[in-house]
């Protein structure tokens, strides 16, 4: 069994900054064997990838990040972060982690950011 646990989200103006932490819990789980992506659901819309990192610390962005986020891992704490800049209204949304090929029965309850002046 496999537990995400997010945090970190909160209220940011438009153009500011949140750091996002992902926490995996497993027993026996060899995490740096496994990919790990952030996500984001907004009201009304369906749940779409913002970023991935395979265990071997490759990056993949979904298009609309243009090089505002960075998603980065340590291995030994068994944690994912997602660092974003530039913040717009629109980016609002509840954000969540899971492996990079998601796993229905391991969505957390994910951490809302609110995009908001």
């Known amino acids: 069994q496999v537990q995400f646990v997010e945090s970190g989200g909160g209220l940011v103006q438009p153009g500011g900054s949140l750091r996002l932490s992902c926490a995996a819990s497993a027993s026996g789980m060899i995490f740096s064997a496994y990919g790990i992506g952030w996500y984001r659901q907004a009201p009304g819309k369906e749940r779409e990838l913002v970023a991935v990192i395979s265990g071997s610390g490759i990056t993949n ?21 997602l660092q974003m800049y530039s913040l717009k209204p629109e980016e609002t949304a509840v ?23």
């Open 61 to 81: 962005y979904g298009d609309f990040v243009k090089g505002r986020f960075t998603i980065s891992r340590d291995n030994a704490k068994k944690t994912v972060s």
């Open 95 to 117: 954000y969540y982690c899971n492996f990079g090929i998601p796993i229905r029965e391991y969505w957390g309850q994910g951490t809302q950011v609110l995009v908001s002046s």
